[in-house]
């Protein structure tokens, strides 16, 4: 099939836009709603076409030229093409569309128009890189394992791109290499590659002068998961708490977003007046630490080991004695709580689950333990959508919906969904 003209209806999951031809449903990236664009097709399936724009024949009336240089080869950014502002209505529309497709669900009423979090450029705080021939260092090219080089990226802050890209390059080549800053802009770099990349880096680590740091705001550089300089764990603050984050834990990208998360989930959660809250999937104790306060008796649940073991040291070092943690899959953990609280009143669930969403055996779980709220943070639209239709089934109703944009310039979508007892 030779190219063809198409009107693209919406922006869906992935940030592609959704047009038709013949009857066929054409994806296609870097469009916008309203835009008619010729499009080369690049794979033809049953039901869709996938396809590259070739023309924009009739651009969106908000169009801008994309401000980063690689948008389009590298594989991080889908709506640079459209402001800000324009990418919030479009996952708008994502996360309705999903709920009615998915969850049968009209939320118009109840999902609150997002707001910018955060500054669209310069939020990150993690970024992972690629070594592609010649020492070049770059992102993986979109749709292929090539290496994109790259000179900065506008989704990090400037002191990254000023001192530690430029820091990265003189090393010898890795296969990777990966960034991870705290609250106060300094860093945790850590590389991988043949074993022989220890030495070398180790070599150029021991000419430092004493107490001289490998990059400005170095706090450690590991190669191969072995610390070679400073250390390889991180204090961030945030909420007016401190958090350990060590190198394999996870920690969202985005502090104002996490911010934003925390005040949202914690005020859909209504810490105010005692009771119970279970934090499902609670990492390194971000929420369950955070809103202790307003609880008598919190229980985190979590199975990575990393993130257990800096829960244990966030209590610690915030002095928090009403929250004891769980280790355990939430489907494996939940029946051993229910036991407990079935008969107890005032409590509060807040599950923050990956991607793939909650396990239908937690879905059962959570409704047996017959708590009053349960607020579910979601990172994807469609897990969101089928968790909120199995949790309404168990007599659970959507009760306010809320997009927090962690990620400017992606396709990517973060909820905070409050649902309460028919």
């Known amino acids: 099939m030779g190219t063809v003209e ?5 922006i869906i999951p992935g940030g592609l836009g ?12 870097f469009t916008a709603p309203g835009e008619r664009v010729r499009v080369e097709p690049t794979e033809e399936h049953p039901q869709y ?24 080869t590298c594989g991080g950014c889908d709506l640079q093409h459209l402001p800000h502002r324009e990418q919030l209505a479009a996952k708008r529309g994502m996360v309705t569309d999903a709920l009615r497709r998915i969850g049968r669900l009209e939320i118009d009423e109840i999902l609150r128009e997002p707001e910018p979090v955060c500054a669209e450029f310069g939020y ?18 979109r749709g292929s394992n090539r290496v994109v080089p790259i000179e900065r990226c506008l989704l990090m802050p400037d002191a990254w791109n000023e001192d530690m890209l430029p820091w990265l390059k003189t090393l010898p080549t890795a296969d990777k290499a990966s960034f991870r800053l705290d609250t106060d802009g300094r860093a945790l770099a850590a590389i991988t590659g043949h074993p ?24 450690g550089v590991s190669v191969n998961a072995r610390t070679l300089w400073g250390g390889s764990q991180m204090e961030v603050h945030l909420a007016d708490h401190r958090f350990q984050v060590s190198a394999g834990s996870f920690f969202q990208v985005n502090y104002r977003g ?12 209504g810490g105010t007046a005692g009771g119970v809250l279970i934090d499902l999937y609670a990492g390194v104790g971000t929420f369950a630490i955070t809103l202790a306060a307003g609880f008598d008796r919190v229980i985190g649940v979590e199975i990575a080991r990393s993130a257990v073991h800096d829960f244990k040291t966030n209590l610690a070092l915030n002095g928090i004695a009403n929250v004891e943690l769980i280790e355990g899959p939430a489907a ?6 229910v036991s407990e609280l079935s008969t107890t009143s005032g409590v509060t669930v807040l599950a923050d689950p990956p991607r793939t969403g909650l396990e239908k055996d937690a879905v059962s779980q959570m409704a047996d333990l017959g708590p009053d709220r349960i607020v579910y943070v979601s990172c994807d639209p469609a897990t969101l959508a089928r968790d909120v239709a199995r949790l309404n089934e168990k007599g659970y109703a959507l009760r306010s919906l809320e997009i927090i944009d962690l990620f400017p310039q992606t396709a990517h979508v973060e909820c905070v969904a409050a649902l309460a007892k028919n």
């Not at 959704?18 to 990236?29: A, C, N």
């Open 18 to 29: 959704l047009g038709q031809v013949e009857g066929k449903r054409v994806l296609v990236p």
């Open 332 to 337: 494996r953990v939940l029946p051993r709580i």
């Open 49 to 72: 076409l996938r396809a590259i724009p070739v023309e924009i024949l009739e651009p969106h009336a908000a169009r801008r030229e994309p401000p980063c240089p690689y948008f389009g």
């Open 196 to 219: 022989a990349i220890r030495g070398r880096v180790t070599k150029r680590l021991s000419a430092l002068e004493e107490k001289e740091a490998p990059f400005p705001g170095a706090l």
């Open 124 to 141: 990150r705080n993690r970024i992972r890189l690629s070594y592609g021939p010649g020492r070049r260092v770059g992102l993986v090219r």
């Open 258 to 269: 996490v911010a934003r998360l925390i005040e949202t989930a914690g005020r859909e959660a």
């Open 6 to 10: 198409v009107t693209i209806e919406k």
